[in-house]
């Protein structure tokens, strides 16, 4: 009897649960309510970011939230509140891990995340890498793939990103979408 004590080991934990993808850290996790079949809804934030944005989603269903409804970014506690509030409204089923895109996917979605982005003013509208958190769920490349995707189409859509100096005393480059062409 005392040897079958010692002979029980847990159930390994399932990876799913602690899945993270990369390029993000998860600081929360929800569960909805369908049992074994549940969606998981997470709440993260990029992983090199150091402005204390967060951003929630949903694994089973397309739900992503990184702005409030004044356009501000996420806190966590604001992020908590929006993940387990869809969590108890969701239904849908736990679609698995998913895949992550290949690179020209990865792309498409830095370049559709740029068009959101796009001015509608005279002024062009300076792109920050927190822009592409709501995205990283889907996107799963770290700040080094959307700085290369970003240069790439700079380098062959210069009507439209623009790649200039970082202000000065500072290194690197900043990225400008450029508002759409006045129409004739």
């Not at 799913?16 to 969606?39: D, H, I, S």
């Not at 908590?80 to 679609?95: S, V």
């Not at 080094?144 to 290194?171: H, N």
Request: positive net charge; aromatic residues 8%.
């Amino acid at each position: 009897m005392l040897s079958s004590l010692f002979a029980r080991r847990p159930d390994a934990q399932d990876p799913a649960l602690f899945w993270t993808p990369p390029g993000t850290t998860v600081v929360q996790r929800y569960r909805n309510t369908l049992g074994p079949l549940e969606g998981a809804v997470v709440v993260y934030t990029s992983a090199s970011d150091r402005s204390s944005s967060y951003a929630a989603a949903c694994l089973g269903c397309t739900y992503r939230a990184a702005r409030n409804d004044r356009r501000v970014r996420l806190s966590e506690t604001e992020a908590a509140d929006l993940a387990n509030a869809h969590a108890a409204h969701c239904r849908a089923i736990n679609r698995g891990l998913p895949a992550i895109p290949n690179d020209d996917d990865a792309a498409q979605i830095v370049r559709n995340r740029l068009r959101s982005l796009r001015p509608y003013g005279p002024s062009p509208h300076q792109v920050h890498l927190t822009d592409f958190l709501e995205d990283r769920v889907d996107l799963q490349r770290d700040d080094d793939f959307v700085k290369q995707a970003m240069f790439e189409i700079a380098r062959t859509e210069g009507d439209f990103l623009k790649a200039a100096p970082a202000y000065s005393g500072s290194t690197g480059t900043r990225f400008l979408v450029q508002p759409p062409p006045p129409r004739n």
